[in-house]
């Protein structure tokens, strides 16, 4: 059984009868038509997995808060309403868990929408679930609507999520030690920049699974491809591969995101884009442009790393020596 199939299925049964169904839910958007309103849900579930350090609870309740809205706002909606089901760790004390509640309840606050209740419930793992309602007031952003040609931006700088999951494991070295203990990483919200590029783009991306693996996609769903030339690394991220001395690219590839916005522009409007981007104020990069289907690469410091599966293509490094390396290290370098 596939996956269309499988979510047939399950619709068939939860809604009773499919036509019915189709008279409220665009299937192809993910939206609900509620009366005159076009409305858009989207659930998130953050747990140890995500590697997210927990020795500040208020930057960890921040960080699960702003990504619970990345999913929205990067298809250019509002969110309106937020809930969400909270699992306590039994190791949690009363000042934990009302630091890291005040986290989610000020990223929240920052959105300006009400929060309509939350479910909680003691366990010996903590695990957090969102849900996070918007209304569609103009256009959905979409992430196959790239076209060649047009410009690749970004929210942010990359690297930051990866650099959180690279500091919550104990890895035998001074210098990130005392980064870990030292170092607060907060994610951004990107709620304004994500009402500028719904007046400007038609395809955006979050970067929930890591920069590569999320412009990968974004490219695939569209049926392009991409030449980056210019990445705005985090600098926790670059010190940290210096203490390390390892490749800086590997803040690129690795699976933990940093919930930034990828985004396309056309050349013919880049130049308005821009003056808008600096009337407000914003930190946005072009990182690339978009080409033809099957070309993913990325040339800095006259060296080309090739991101696609190609096997004519050119490389001189590639991912999957990256991965390699990437296992060999953790393995000599974690301590038990």
């Avoid at 959905?140 to 494991?169: C, H, M, Q, W």
């Avoid at 040339?299 to 004519?312: H, L, V």
Wanted: aromatic share 12%; proline share 2%; charged share 30%.
């Amino acid at each position: 059984m596939n996956s269309k199939n499988i979510k047939r299925n399950i619709n068939d049964i939860l809604s009773g009868n499919e036509n019915k169904f189709k008279k409220f839910y665009d299937e192809e958007n993910g939206t609900l038509k509620i009366g005159d309103k076009n409305l858009l849900l989207t659930t998130s579930e953050f747990s140890r997995d995500n590697l997210l350090r927990e020795s500040d609870p208020y930057i960890l309740g921040w960080n699960v808060g702003v990504a619970s809205f990345s999913s929205m706002i990067a298809r250019g909606v509002n969110p309106v309403y937020f809930y969400h089901t909270l699992i306590i760790s039994d190791k949690w004390n009363k000042q934990y868990l009302e630091s890291f509640v005040m986290g989610i309840s000020d990223v929240v606050e920052a959105y300006e929408i009400p929060f309509i209740r939350g479910t909680y419930h003691l366990s010996g793992k903590w695990r957090f679930n969102a849900s996070v309602l918007g209304v569609m007031d103009k256009k959905l952003l979409k992430p196959n609507l790239a076209v060649k040609g047009d410009s690749i931006y970004i929210t942010g700088y990359i690297g930051r999520g990866n650099v959180e999951a690279f500091l919550s494991k104990k890895i035998k070295n001074r210098g990130i030690e005392r980064l870990s203990r030292t170092y607060k990483n907060r994610f951004r919200i990107r709620r304004d920049e994500s009402n500028l590029i719904k007046n400007f783009s038609e395809a955006c991306i979050d970067t929930k699974d890591g920069f590569i693996n999320s412009l990968n996609r974004f490219v695939d769903l569209g049926k392009v491809g991409y030449k980056l030339s210019s990445i705005p690394y985090v600098k926790s991220g670059i010190l940290a591969v210096k203490m390390l001395e390892i490749p800086k690219e590997l803040l690129l590839t690795g699976n933990f995101g940093e919930y930034e916005l990828i985004f396309t522009i056309k050349k013919e409007r880049e130049s308005e884009f821009l003056k808008t981007v600096s009337q407000n104020d914003l930190n946005i990069f072009k990182i690339g442009t978009i080409v033809e289907e099957g070309i993913k690469v990325f040339f800095e410091d006259e060296k080309e790393i090739d991101f696609s599966n190609n096997k004519n293509s050119k490389e001189i490094v590639k991912v999957k020596e990256y991965k390699a390396f990437l296992k060999t290290f953790f393995r000599n370098n974690f301590k038990s």
